[in-house]
């Protein structure tokens, strides 16, 4: 089973910081999801990546892939509260997610 | 139904009763997934069902926990005689595009268990 490894594990920042979380494996990815998880809600897919290099952008989120697709990043530039949630991401078409990035954006 | 609807939303329950909770995925889809998610945590995956084949058991932790999908729609989740490391929260998703890399998992709201 391909392991998953998501870093920072928590992160508390202050409104209009900008952050950086990493999703990692030793093994290729054939893709990779991103998903936000709210409070009292389930997780929400944000983007696929699908090709090694691979950035997307979703308006204040870029989302890159590595060129060996072992590993992907998420850059939130200037948070906001409402970016607050659980950050997890999941390998295409597997059954299994990386166990998350808690983040807390302060007003 | 527009989203995955899960119930109950919430059960409180006394340790070694037994629980059951349901999951109705969009329709039309084929695939459903169990995930569990302790206070804090990520998801745990625990059983995956696709169309008519066997389902892929492989996450459930203990024998106490089982699971069904009548009709290839709704699924119940069962966990017999609960246990007070069994509190958490329930998610069920669906997806149409099982297998495939770009598929995404649509996911209910869940169902918190908590076993006194």
């Known amino acids: 089973t391909q392991l998953l490894e998501q870093s920072p594990q928590f992160l508390s920042i202050q409104e209009g910081e900008n952050l950086t979380v990493y999703c990692n494996s030793s093994?290729?990815?054939?893709?990779l999801q991103w998903y936000r998880q709210e409070p009292g809600e389930g997780p929400v897919l944000l983007v696929t990546?699908?090709?090694?290099?691979e950035v997307k952008k979703l308006k204040r989120l870029t989302f890159q892939f590595g060129d060996a697709r072992k590993d992907s990043s998420l850059h939130i530039t200037a948070a906001q509260p409402g970016d607050t949630g659980l950050y997890l991401c999941?390998?295409?078409?597997?059954?299994?997610f990386g166990q998350g990035t808690e983040l807390s954006v302060k007003p | 139904g527009a989203g995955v609807s899960q119930s109950p939303s919430n059960k409180v329950t006394e340790k070694g009763k037994d629980v059951e909770l349901r999951c109705d995925p969009i329709s039309g889809h084929t695939a459903l997934y169990w995930y569990r998610q302790s206070l804090g945590q990520g998801l745990e995956f625990l059983i995956y069902f696709q169309g008519n084949s066997a389902p892929d058991k492989s996450g459930l932790p203990s024998d106490r926990f089982s699971a069904e999908r009548t009709g290839g729609s709704v699924s119940t989740l069962t966990i017999q005689r609960t246990q007070q490391e069994d509190s958490a929260v329930y998610l069920c998703?669906?997806?149409?595009?099982?297998?495939?890399?770009?598929?995404?998992?649509?996911f209910g709201e869940g169902s918190r268990l908590t076993v006194l």
């Open positions: 999941k390998q295409g078409g597997k059954l299994i």
């Open positions: 093994s290729v990815f054939s893709s």
């Open positions: 990546v699908v090709t090694g290099g």
């Open positions: 998703a669906s997806s149409s595009r099982t297998g495939e890399l770009t598929g995404e998992l649509f």
